[in-house]
């Protein structure tokens, strides 16, 4: 075996394929940036939707409530897999790049969604209520008052949840998206030893994640500390934690 | 007006429900498959996770060192990979496993790297001075363990505990449709690739997965409730 692995590695780490390797690795990344941004965005739309005060709104509420729990019950495979047939049944030639961020923006959106609501519930109710008395809109309210507070509560756990989400994207692999796992399993057709491309592949993910994820939490720790942070603190009544 | 953009888009795709409802014993099928993974895995793991942990607190600088490894390397790679490396990567060296028990083992080793964090967060929540009070009484590290911190975390990680085990549900055994296990995903791409009717297929089984969870996380919560007095959110 070892020397099938010595026979193949100078022609598998030659320079032509570990350009393709990266490129797939870029692709892995672009998909996880472009999906689960553009998931964070709509995010903030679901969260708002579902926090439209009045009676009239229940159905939007509903809706809002709705989605994410569904999605967040299904996994992300036949998300996959149920974007890829649907936009397929509907739309000519679209492009598997576009699918593939369509499903990731889809289940982003399910989870970062309840990151976010958290975020704002963690803002002290009279906060809002001092907003409303001062006759806010809605939208200012949110963009002046709430989301200048919450953020360092949010944006941990989306880093954290976009981080995690570059492993998971190895499952858009199955609609054809030339991302790393793609390309690992191309390869393997190719004739390279299983063993030699699924563990590169391993520590090409491992290389991606790790940082970022450590990244991540350097990140949480500081805005932990950070002085928006800490005048939130003073702002609140001693009582009231 | 140019309505040019409209060649995008057909729309005279009949939907045939009855196709995909009429395979609907076998879905159920996939879908118990899908329980027993996820339970297998679950169950794995949480053995995995508390052996990690317990390295983790207690253990020498060696084997806090070795679980850390672990845990690091199993929670920064895809599941997929992993799975891929046991199934064809041992393939190689002539270990051939089939691939349910790849997926289970390969899933379990996964799990067990997160539930090892999970555990750990319940580990550090027992106060220093019920572990004082334990070691007065005279009781030794593996009585310590069982008497003292197990109760007193089972309330505290219930809540994560249950919630990771509809994660394994949901994102995790599903990736065993990819290396050709039969559970729920799975079934519907077998059926798919016969009949075509991708889309009503995998509707259903979305369906189908909403309604396992569901049942599952309401389960989880009246068992927490009334086990560990615990508050689980259902939704």
Request: with cysteine; hydrophobic share 55%.
């Amino acid at each position: 075996m070892l020397e099938r692995l010595a026979m193949e590695a100078p022609r598998f780490f030659a320079p032509h394929n570990l350009a393709l390797l990266l490129e797939a690795m870029g692709m892995t990344l672009a998909l996880t940036v472009v999906g689960c941004v553009l998931g964070f965005l709509l995010a903030f739309g679901i969260v708002f939707l579902r926090q439209t005060p009045g009676r009239l709104a229940l159905p939007i509420r509903f809706m809002a409530i709705f989605y994410v729990e569904i999605f967040r019950r299904i996994p992300f495979l036949v998300v996959t897999y149920l974007v890829l047939f649907f936009i397929q049944a509907f739309v000519n030639n679209a492009s598997l790049f576009a699918i593939a961020v369509i499903a990731i923006c889809i289940y982003s959106t399910a989870y970062t969604a309840d990151i976010i609501r958290g975020g704002f519930e963690s803002v002290a109710r009279q906060q809002t209520e001092a907003a409303a008395a001062m006759n806010f809109s809605r939208w200012q309210t949110l963009v002046s008052v709430i989301i200048p507070q919450s953020w360092p509560v949010i944006l941990p756990p989306a880093v954290a949840f976009a981080v995690g989400f570059i492993k998971d994207t190895a499952l858009v692999s199955q609609v054809g998206v030339f991302e790393l796992t793609f390309r690992a399993k191309e390869m393997n057709n190719e004739g390279f030893s299983a063993l030699l491309v699924f563990g590169t592949t391993a520590l090409l993910y491992f290389a991606m994640s790790y940082p970022l994820s450590r990244w991540g939490r350097w990140l949480e720790q500081r805005l932990a500390s950070s002085p928006s942070k800490r005048s939130q603190q003073r702002l609140r009544p001693a009582h009231r934690s | 007006m140019n309505f040019s953009f409209l060649h995008f888009f057909h729309f005279n795709y009949t939907f045939q429900w009855g196709v995909a409802f009429a395979h609907l014993p076998e879905l159920l099928q996939g879908a118990v498959v899908t329980l027993e993974l996820g339970l297998l895995t679950f169950w794995g793991g949480a053995l995995i996770g508390l052996l990690g942990a317990s390295l983790k607190t207690f253990g020498g600088p060696f084997l806090r060192r070795v679980a850390d490894v672990y845990v690091v390397f199993f929670t920064n790679t895809p599941a997929l990979i992993q799975i891929y490396f046991l199934l064809y990567g041992l393939g190689d060296i002539g270990i051939l496993w089939d691939p349910f028990t790849c997926t289970l083992i390969g899933l379990t080793l996964n799990a067990g790297a997160y539930l090892t964090e999970i555990m750990r967060a319940g580990f550090i929540s027992v106060h220093r001075t019920e572990m004082e009070a334990a070691e007065t009484l005279g009781m030794s590290v593996w009585q310590r363990i069982r008497f003292v911190i197990v109760p007193h975390i089972a309330k505290v990680i219930y809540p994560a505990l249950a919630n990771f085990f509809i994660v394994i549900l949901v994102m995790g055994t599903s990736v065993g449709a990819i290396v050709g296990v039969d559970e729920l995903t799975g079934q519907a791409i077998n059926i798919s690739t016969e009949n075509y009717r991708w889309l009503e297929m995998f509707v259903v089984v979305a369906g189908i997965y909403v309604v396992l969870t569901l049942i599952a996380s309401l389960s989880l919560a009246l068992v927490g409730r009334w086990a560990f007095r615990v508050k689980a959110k259902v939704l």
